[in-house]
C-alpha cells in the first residue's frame, strides 16, 4: 500500500506492510494485560533512532524484515490483537496478525533534520497510529523505516503502553539488533496463557477513593486515546553538561533528573493561576523487571505539597523529588480491578508527569557495529497537565540530558521564556 506525501513533502513514498513471527503460535492463546498495562491502555511511546548512511549500506528492506520473524517469535503476544472477554475486560489473542511495517523517504539529508531540532516534526518519523477503533485490525506495534536523501536512516517504534513501559520496549527493540548480529534467542517464554486461568487481583482491598496519579476520562470504548480540552505540543531542549551542573549546585541535589524537574516544575508554576501544580507524578524504574518479561512495572508516584509552588525553594522540591515519593502502584491495580479492568484513565498528564527514562537502554541497539547516531522519545496521549521526558546521557554528551516536554501549545512560549529568564535554558 502506498500513501501520499506528508508535511509538505518532507516525508514521502509511503509503502506500508506487515510483519510478523515465523512459528505459528498455536490456537487459543491468548495473554491478559494485568491490571497496570491496562491503567496505560491509552498512552503511546514512540522512539526514533537514527543512524548515518553506511549502517544500512548492505542492507534491502527484505533484508531488514527476515530477522523480524525470529525476533517476533520471542515476543509473540505483541503482534497479536486485542479483544474484549465477555466481562469487557481487554485481553490479547495471539493470533500473529503481525506488527505494520512502514517504509518512506526523507527530502532532507539526516544532518539537516537533526539541525531543525523539532519535536513535532519527528512524529513523521514514527507511525502516530493509535489502537482501535476497530481493535480486531489495530497492531500494538509498528515500525517505521525512513531513509534520508543522504543515504541516512532512521527507525521509528511505536508501542502501545498497554504492552509495557519503556523499559520492555527498548529491551524488545534491542534485541532485534542482537539477531541481526548472530544471536540465538532462546524459546520464547510462555507468557501466554488460558483466559480461564488468567491471573486474578480478587483478594486485594478495594480502594474507596481513587488514587492522585490517575484521571477518569472518557469512555472511549474501543477508539483508545483521550480527547484533550486543548491542543498539546511537543518540544525538546538540550542541557548541556555545564548547565546541569549549575543546576544540582544551585538545588544542592546531584541527581540531574531530580534538579531539571524541580527547577521545570517551578517555572511551570509561575505561568499557571494559583499555587499549583501542588501534586505532580513521578515515573521511574522499578526494582522488579525481570529480562525477557514485557510488562508496566515501572514506578508511579506522587509528591503533594500545601504551599506556593511558586515560591518554593528549588533544592526543597528536588528533595521531595529524590526522597519523598508515594508509590501509588498498589492503589492503581486496586482502582482498576474494581471496575473489572475497563476504566478508562490516563496517568501520563492526568498530573503534570515527570518520567525519567535512566534505566532505558537507549544506546544498546547495536546494528552489526553501527550505534544509533542518536535516539529521541516521547509519549502520545498526554493529558492537559503535560509530561517531562528526561532522556539518559548520550555516550559522546559527557552528562548533558535531553528533555522532552508536552505541554497545552499556549504555554510553551511563556514556559520557554520563564525558563531561559531564571535557568538560561530553552
Not at 80 to 108: L, T, W
Not at 176 to 181: D, P, S, T
Not at 342 to 369: H, K, Q, R
Request: charged fraction near 25%.
Amino acid at each position: 500500500m502506498v500513501s501520499s506525501k506528508l508535511e509538505d513533502g518532507l516525508i514521502y513514498n509511503i509503502k506500508l506492510s506487515s510483519v510478523g513471527p515465523a512459528r505459528v503460535t498455536g490456537q487459543d492463546v491468548v495473554y491478559e494485560p494485568s491490571n497496570m498495562d491496562l491503567a496505560m491502555k491509552l498512552h503511546y511511546l514512540r522512539g526514533i533512532y537514527y543512524f548515518d548512511s553506511q549502517a544500512f549500506q548492505d542492507f534491502t528492506i527484505y533484508k531488514i524484515k527476515e530477522p523480524m520473524f525470529s525476533w517476533l517469535n520471542c515476543f509473540y503476544m505483541t503482534v497479536g490483537r486485542f479483544r474484549r472477554a465477555e466481562s469487557g475486560r481487554p485481553y490479547m489473542k495471539c493470533n500473529d496478525c503481525g506488527a505494520r511495517f512502514i517504509e518512506a523517504q526523507c527530502d532532507k539529508t539526516l544532518e539537516e533534520w537533526l539541525e531543525m531540532k523539532d519535536a513535532s516534526l519527528e512524529k513523521l518519523l514514527v507511525s502516530n497510529q493509535v489502537l482501535g477503533p476497530e481493535l480486531a485490525f489495530s497492531p500494538p506495534i509498528l515500525i517505521q523505516h525512513t531513509k534520508f536523501k543522504c543515504g541516512g536512516i532512521s527507525l521509528g517504534l511505536s508501542w502501545a503502553h498497554v504492552l509495557g513501559d519503556v523499559f520492555s520496549a527498548t529491551e524488545f527493540w534491542n534485541l532485534l539488533a542482537k539477531i541481526v548480529g548472530g544471536y540465538q534467542p532462546a524459546r520464547p517464554l510462555n507468557l501466554a496463557r488460558s483466559l480461564s486461568k488468567a491471573n486474578s487481583t480478587q483478594s486485594l482491598q478495594k480502594v474507596v477513593e481513587d488514587p492522585l496519579s490517575i484521571k477518569r476520562v472518557g469512555p472511549v470504548e474501543d477508539h483508545w486515546i483521550a480527547n484533550n480540552s486543548c491542543k498539546m505540543e511537543s518540544f525538546s531542549v538540550h542541557v548541556s553538561a555545564s548547565k546541569l551542573g549549575h543546576l544540582q549546585s544551585r538545588t544542592g541535589i546531584q541527581g540531574p533528573f531530580e534538579s531539571l524537574c524541580a527547577v521545570i516544575w517551578q517555572s511551570i508554576a509561575r505561568i499557571r493561576d494559583g499555587p499549583g501544580p501542588q501534586v505532580v507524578t513521578i515515573c521511574k524504574k522499578g526494582e522488579e523487571k525481570k529480562e525477557g518479561h514485557v510488562g508496566n512495572t515501572q514506578i508511579i508516584g506522587v509528591i503533594r505539597v500545601d504551599y506556593s509552588i511558586k515560591e518554593a525553594n528549588p533544592s526543597e522540591l528536588a528533595t521531595l523529588i529524590k526522597n519523598e515519593i508515594i508509590d501509588e502502584r498498589l492503589k492503581i491495580d486496586e482502582a482498576i480491578e474494581k471496575c473489572h479492568g475497563v476504566s478508562d484513565i490516563i496517568i501520563y498528564g492526568a498530573n503534570l508527569t515527570f518520567v525519567s527514562l535512566e534505566g532505558a537502554d537507549l544506546n544498546g541497539f547495536d546494528w552489526i557495529g553501527h550505534k544509533p547516531k542518536n535516539v529521541s522519545y516521547l509519549i502520545d496521549g498526554v493529558g492537559d497537565a503535560g509530561t517531562v521526558l528526561v532522556l539518559p546521557a548520550w555516550p559522546n554528551d559527557s552528562e548533558g540530558r535531553t528533555v522532552t516536554m508536552t505541554l497545552p501549545d499556549h504555554e510553551i512560549m511563556k514556559f520557554k521564556n520563564e525558563l531561559n529568564k531564571e535557568w538560561s535554558i530553552a
